[in-house]
């Protein structure tokens, strides 16, 4: 169970993760998860600079391992790029060792000072140590792209219900989630520009 809006307590609980971002001049923050993947990173990148926007893109370093040209090439494009462990690790199923390993293993891939936990489940004591590294940024909007049980439609609709300045969007850009990514992105960005307001890179 998941909601495409998170709800305001739960920022307010976790005070020191990343939830949204400055709004004050209409900026949106479209984010990636799971990539870098050579069909769909390449069209969200396209999409992106059609629409003169930016993002974010959370990288699995095993991808990246396969993937380094098109990892260089995400952020010669101007984006930016955070980690999202070496092997798409849950904190929850993963022990504190393992978690950070795995954070650091792919760090040292990605040098990057954003961080987003996998299926966003991070323990305490993990966000705490990777904390004094990195930011740890979670979102305020969730598209549901990830869900083979949803139509496209729906992540559409429920996503630009849900978006507003200073939002954090996750997207991936995934074969699993290509079919409902494919459809959020390009409608995502049609509203953001009818409203005056841009997609920012963190």
């Known amino acids: 169970m998941y909601l495409s809006k998170t709800p305001s307590f739960v920022p307010a609980i976790f005070k020191a993760l990343s939830w949204t971002g400055p709004s004050e ?18 069209w969200a990148m396209d999409q992106l600079e059609a ?3 930016r993002g974010t893109f959370f990288v699995v370093g095993e991808n990246v391992d396969q993937h380094p040209t098109l990892f260089a090439e995400i952020q010669a494009r101007g984006h930016s790029v955070g980690n999202h462990t070496q092997s798409h690790n849950s904190g ?14 792919c760090q040292k891939r990605v040098a990057s000072p954003l961080f987003r936990p996998p299926f966003g489940r991070i323990s305490n004591a993990q ?15 969730l598209s549901g ?7 496209p439609a729906s992540c559409v609709e429920a996503t630009l219900k849900a978006v507003k ?11 699993k989630a290509a079919p409902r990514m494919r459809a959020v992105l390009p409608a995502l960005l049609e509203h953001l520009a009818e409203r005056g307001w841009t997609a920012t890179a963190l």
Not at 145 to 151: G, K, L, N, Q
């Open 145 to 151: 792209d990830f869900d083979t049980s949803r139509s």
């Open 51 to 53: 629409a003169g926007g």
């Open 92 to 105: 929850w199923a993963s022990s504190n060792f393992a978690y950070l390993r795995s954070y650091l293993t």
């Open 25 to 42: 001049k209409g900026q949106v923050y479209l984010t990636f998860d799971d990539g870098p993947h050579p069909e769909h990173t390449a």
């Open 127 to 141: 966000a705490q140590a990777i904390l004094k590294r990195s930011r740890v940024v979670m979102w305020d909007v």
């Open 165 to 175: 300045p200073g939002s954090i969007v996750v997207l991936h850009d995934s074969e």
